[in-house]
């Protein structure tokens, strides 16, 4: 059964992305994990995701468009990637997605996927 | 102290006592703690007027056992109304005011919970509900479950000891030690989810090795005979003893060889001794006892400034005879890798059962004894599959630092 772990991080999580102090540790605990997750064979798709800044959200209402810089909500913690895994059931998926590094700065959020 | 404290008070002190007397008449874990439930539901509403009772434990055991009967006569447990509350109170209000003894079962409840016919998985989740009174989101996080799911299955397990006719009797002697032992597995459990957490930032967590020694005690004074119970409980209390000393002033995330002893809890470490010592006396050594005499050892190092690691690589040499478990074996690979030198160690992890690609402290151990023997290609790969298994974020920057300082 497909799973998609939504990986939300903090502000500080995106800013270790490109600190030259935390960049080392932030790249290398996800390299890490996607490789763990690679070698148990559960691995089945997935992407980062550029900083919250940088989106662009839409809208659609009574027949005007709007466009906004920006994600769609303001929030603490905003979604930074995701992965698809392919696992048995629901307490493998958590398992996995304990391991994620944003589960213990951010959040990280597991949902089955529509088949 | 106002009533709603006293409710919480006499909820918190009694409820394992409560449900395991009840659910043992009964037959039916269920509805005892349903019934259990409604009276700390009709204390809430009638203390604040009434006066909390003289004793409040017979108040609550009193209400609980009339909502069983009006229960079992109109055979709808959940249609409590306030009004069929008040009037159970009106009765109790009676009968509790005569002295009521009751029998300890908790420990009827325990061998109840650790059931063989019970499956594995649910045991301790369904000790933390019926004996402490754990609500399910809080052991659904502590076992990393969906609160829903885990609500299920406790449910599930409980119907399954109506049921099946599950005996709140003591277990027959032949077969004491299995059932014993399936209770201690439960037990260490509750604190093994605990010790997982080295950042003891959730403070639910913490909670729960506060509950697992908790229980430990409640199993030493119900079975004093048994060695294994105290063996367990002195492992506990080892583990604790160095719980402030894991994480450094900055929060960082410190192997237990390096560690302050100065932040050793000496009271915790005295009274695992003791524990232990009481225990091995009459000469019945299991697993518990063995695990615990290895964390007494490690603490040796507060008063000699030493490990005798020679002691240790044999203790998990016996510890292997009884309990060949994965963590048993990284266990004994670290501690030849002290003794005879790291070649060694990697030899003992070369030579484990395969199941191991998951077991973040093989690949953590196997890598630092990868870097000490000059394979840094294979130390860098080991580290990276130990960080990507890693729950903690303070052990996984450990490994990140260590990783990063391979050559």
């Known amino acids: 059964m497909k799973y998609t772990v939504l990986v939300y991080e903090t502000e500080t999580d995106f ?33 980062g995701l550029q900083p919250p800044a940088v989106g662009t959200t839409l809208r659609h209402r009574d027949g005007k468009r709007r466009v906004q810089d920006g994600p769609y909500a303001e929030a603490k913690e905003q979604l930074g990637g995701y992965y698809v895994l392919d696992v048995p059931d629901l307490d493998t998926a958590l398992e996995w997605a304990a391991r994620c590094p944003s589960a213990s700065t951010g959040a990280v959020e597991v949902r089955p996927n529509l088949s | 102290m106002d009533a709603r404290q006293a409710a919480e008070l006499a909820a918190r002190t009694s409820y394992g006592r409560l449900v395991a007397y009840l659910a043992a008449s009964w ?41 069983l009967i009006d229960g079992a006569r109109h055979a709808s447990v959940a249609a409590a109304t306030t009004d069929a509350l008040r009037i159970v109170v009106e009765r109790a209000q009676e009968e509790a005011s005569m002295d009521v003894q009751f029998p300890d079962e908790r420990l009827k409840l325990l061998f109840v919970c650790a059931h063989p016919a019970i499956d594995e998985g649910i045991r301790t989740p369904l000790m933390l509900q019926t004996v402490l009174g754990l609500d399910a989101a809080a052991i659904a996080s502590a076992f990393l479950v969906s609160p829903a799911t885990m609500g299920q299955r406790l449910v599930r397990a409980k119907t399954k000891i109506r049921d099946a006719g599950i005996h709140f009797d003591l277990p027959e002697a032949h077969e004491l030690p299995e059932r014993v032992e399936a209770v201690l597995e439960a037990i260490y459990a509750v604190y093994g989810t605990s010790w997982d957490d080295v950042a003891g930032a959730d403070a639910r967590r913490r909670g729960l090795a506060e509950e697992a020694i908790y229980l430990g005690r409640l199993v030493v004074g119900l079975l004093p005979d048994e060695p294994e119970a105290g063996g367990l409980l002195a492992l506990m209390l080892h583990c604790e003893a160095r719980r402030p000393a894991r994480r450094d002033a900055d929060g960082r995330y410190v192997p237990l060889t390096d560690q302050d002893v100065a932040r050793w809890s000496t009271p915790l470490l005295k009274e695992a001794e003791q524990i232990l010592h009481a225990a091995s006396r009459p000469n019945r050594p299991g697993r518990f006892q063995l695990e615990a005499a290895i964390q007494s050892v490690h603490a040796a190092r507060a008063a000699t400034g030493r490990t005798d690691w020679d002691a240790i690589a044999l203790l998990y040499e016996g510890l292997l005879r009884c309990a060949p478990t994965i963590g048993a074996h990284v266990g004994h690979a670290a501690a030849l890798a002290e003794t005879r030198g790291a070649a060694a160690g990697l030899r003992a992890l070369d030579a484990m059962p395969a199941a191991v690609s998951a077991y973040q402290p093989y690949w953590a151990l196997r890598a630092h004894l ?6 840094g290609d294979d130390a860098r790969d080991a580290y990276g599959r130990a960080i990507g298994l890693t729950e903690d974020g303070a052990a996984r920057a450990f490994l990140v630092a260590q990783a990063a300082a391979v050559r």
Request: charged share 30%.
């Open chain 1, 15 to 47: 800013a270790a992305r490109t600190d030259a102090k935390r960049k080392d540790a932030y790249w290398g605990a996800y390299r890490a994990y996607t490789k763990a997750l690679t070698d148990a064979g559960v691995m089945a798709g997935g992407a």
């Open chain 2, 27 to 67: 037959r039916d874990v269920a509805r005892a703690e349903d019934a259990l439930g409604d009276a700390l539901v009709a204390a809430l509403e009638t203390w604040p007027q009434s006066g909390v009772p003289e004793k409040p434990e017979a108040w609550l055991l009193s209400v609980a056992r009339r909502r």
């Open chain 2, 370 to 375: 990868l870097r000490a023997v000059g394979r």
